[in-house]
């Protein structure tokens, strides 16, 4: 079980936090998740992990610094029941619009269901929405990322079919209320990153790299 340090002058200015050195904020975290942070409409730092609860249980839940720089509990989003004597190595996807809404994608194989979900949350990560299946789980979707830019939201993920890797994304035009059809926009058959979403303000892009085809960036809204 991982605890879980945040250098605070790493994602805002530490002068405007009061603070300069690294804090553990958290324990029981599964290690070798990907940890997803953002900044909510009040540039404070939200953190999403996948914690360790007992019985070996996987969920994710979320911890965040309030306006007026406190450090609250981590509280638990997630209840997919997900047991397992390891860690999945799959970590969650967080980003916030400018509207306050948390868009999060996660991977689980719980009680709940099998794979790549999304939803979102309008109370700052209280409650969220009902889960959105991503992809398929029969073509092993996992390593997502998910990306908000005004209305628009941007999902991406790897696939692989036995023999190539696909990336496949989705987009939306309300807030991620509706969903584009399923695209895929980049593949290989050699080692690859997982894909990254990134935004120049207006529109939204797939950061991927593979061994035999190199850097690539696509648009995809």
Same mark, same amino acid.
């Given at each position: 079980?991982?605890?879980l340090?945040?250098y605070?002058?790493?994602l805002?200015p530490?002068?405007?936090?009061?603070?300069s050195?690294?804090?553990k904020?958290?324990?029981?975290l599964?290690?070798?998740?990907?940890?997803?942070?953002a900044l909510?409409?009040?540039?404070?730092?939200?953190?999403?992990?996948r914690?360790v609860?007992?019985g070996?249980?996987?969920?994710h839940?979320i911890?965040k610094l309030?306006?007026?720089r406190?450090?609250?509990?981590?509280?638990?989003v997630?209840?997919?029941d997900?047991?397992?004597?390891?860690?999945p190595t799959?970590?969650p996807?967080?980003?916030?619009s400018?509207?306050?809404?948390?868009h999060m994608?996660?991977?689980?194989?719980?009680k709940?269901?099998?794979?790549l979900?999304?939803?979102w949350s309008?109370?700052n990560?209280?409650t969220?929405s009902?889960r959105?299946?991503?992809?398929?789980?029969e073509?092993? *979707?996992?390593k997502?990322? !998910?990306l908000?830019?005004g209305? @628009?939201v941007?999902?991406?993920w790897?696939?692989f %079919? =036995?023999?190539?890797?696909?990336?496949?994304?989705?987009?939306?035009?309300?807030?991620?209320?509706?969903w *584009?059809?399923?695209k895929? !926009?980049?593949?290989?058959?050699? @080692?690859?990153?997982?894909?990254s979403l990134i935004? %120049? =303000?207006?529109h939204?892009?797939?950061?991927?790299?593979?061994?035999?085809?190199?850097?690539?960036?696509?648009?995809i809204?």
């Amino acid at each position: 079980r991982g605890d879980l340090s945040l250098y605070y002058s790493s994602l805002v200015p530490a002068r405007r936090l009061g603070v300069s050195s690294e804090h553990k904020i958290a324990k029981f975290l599964c290690s070798c998740c990907r940890t997803a942070m953002a900044l909510d409409i009040n540039d404070q730092p939200v953190i999403l992990a996948r914690f360790v609860y007992p019985g070996n249980i996987r969920d994710h839940g979320i911890l965040k610094l309030d306006i007026n720089r406190k450090l609250g509990e981590p509280w638990r989003v997630t209840f997919d029941d997900w047991k397992i004597e390891g860690c999945p190595t799959s970590g969650p996807a967080l980003s916030i619009s400018n509207d306050g809404r948390y868009h999060m994608s996660w991977f689980t194989q719980g009680k709940q269901g099998t794979g790549l979900f999304y939803a979102w949350s309008d109370d700052n990560g209280k409650t969220f929405s009902d889960r959105f299946k991503i992809g398929n789980s029969e073509k092993m *979707s996992g390593k997502s990322d !998910v990306l908000a830019v005004g209305n @628009k939201v941007a999902l991406a993920w790897k696939t692989f %079919d =036995g023999n190539t890797t696909h990336i496949e994304v989705i987009h939306s035009e309300d807030r991620g209320i509706h969903w *584009s059809a399923v695209k895929s !926009v980049a593949q290989t058959q050699s @080692k690859s990153q997982h894909p990254s979403l990134i935004s %120049d =303000g207006k529109h939204i892009f797939v950061s991927w790299n593979s061994l035999d085809n190199g850097f690539r960036l696509v648009a995809i809204d």
